[in-house]
């Protein structure tokens, strides 16, 4: 971004979204990792005079779980403050009186405890990560083929997300193959969803051009938000593939606040 550019976002900034995994923290075994400078990061921003919130395509947990492990990393980050598809997706299936059959990870199953699922008329798919199996992934394509108007969502539609050992296959691989098998377009939820971005603004009460997304998925964070108004900023964690030298939150947070003019 030219530093006049630059200059020129900072000064009509009134919230920031961040990513959570490559941006915060690598997931990984036990709770992952933090990014370094990504702690520090959070509370400069917490102590500006931005609103700040946490857009996420997690779903391998409930966002309390997975607030409490970011916790135990060190961030100081509360439920309110985080958005996730899961709980999104649990408002459309109210609102269409829909019955999903889930294609999901175990922990997150505890957010659809709320909705109906016998005699499902519509699945869900998320990162189910070992749930991803040909058995698991056949019955839910079953289901699909077996509804008169087949209705798909998907939690993110991501190809890949990064763990401490390495990258791994996310949900939009796994949704690919159901929407070729069944014919059919799925609905995400999530970002890069218009719907899900526009919620998180909503929530700030500021408009798309006062908001910055900073994520480390240069189509689902950074360009998810441009095509809702919004800046993205794109970060070099992650998932994040090249071989310039890595920036990360902190430096970032030390742009803004230097351009802002504040000490």
């Known amino acids: 971004m030219a530093e006049m550019d630059w200059k020129h976002?900072?000064?009509?900034?009134?919230?920031?979204?961040?990513?959570?995994?490559?941006?915060?923290?690598?997931?990984?075994?036990?709770?992952g990792v933090a990014i370094d400078g990504s702690i520090e990061a959070v509370k400069r921003l917490k102590a500006s005079d931005l609103q700040l919130r946490f857009c996420t395509n997690e779903t391998q947990a409930t966002r309390e779980k997975f607030v409490a492990k970011l916790g135990r990393l060190g961030f100081d980050i509360c439920v309110d403050e985080v958005f996730s598809p899961a709980p999104a997706?649990?408002?459309?299936?109210?609102?269409?009186?829909?019955?999903?059959?889930?294609?999901v990870h175990d922990?997150?199953?505890?957010?659809?405890?709320?909705?109906?699922?016998?005699?499902?008329?519509?699945?869900?798919?998320g990162d189910a990560a070992d749930n991803f199996s040909y058995q698991n992934l056949?019955?839910?394509?079953?289901?699909?083929i077996g509804l008169e108007k087949p209705v798909l969502f998907s939690l993110g539609r991501g190809r890949y997300y990064k763990e401490m050992d390495g990258l791994k296959l996310d949900v939009g691989v796994y949704?690919?193959?159901?929407?070729?098998?069944?014919?059919?377009?799925?609905?995400?939820?999530?970002?890069?969803?218009?719907?899900?971005?526009?919620?998180?603004?909503?929530d700030m009460g500021i408009q798309p051009s006062q908001a910055l997304m900073i994520g480390d998925d240069l189509v689902n964070d950074v360009g998810g938000a441009q095509s809702c108004g919004m800046r993205g900023l794109l970060v070099k964690t992650g998932k994040y593939r090249s071989a310039f030298p890595r920036a990360n939150a902190l430096s970032i947070c030390e742009r803004m606040k230097s351009s802002r003019g504040r000490a």
Request: hydrophobic content about 45%; overall charge negative.
């Open 175 to 202: 949704m690919k193959a159901l929407e070729y098998a069944c014919d059919v377009e799925a609905e995400v939820v999530g970002k890069p969803s218009p719907v899900f971005f526009q919620s998180v603004l909503a």
């Open 107 to 125: 922990d997150v199953v505890p957010e659809f405890d709320a909705v109906e699922k016998t005699d499902p008329n519509c699945v869900i798919i």
């Open 9 to 31: 976002t900072i000064r009509d900034l009134k919230g920031v979204v961040l990513d959570m995994c490559g941006v915060l923290y690598d997931s990984g075994e036990g709770d």
């Open 89 to 103: 997706a649990v408002t459309i299936l109210k609102e269409r009186g829909l019955r999903p059959h889930l294609l």
């Open 138 to 144: 056949n019955k839910a394509f079953q289901v699909l």
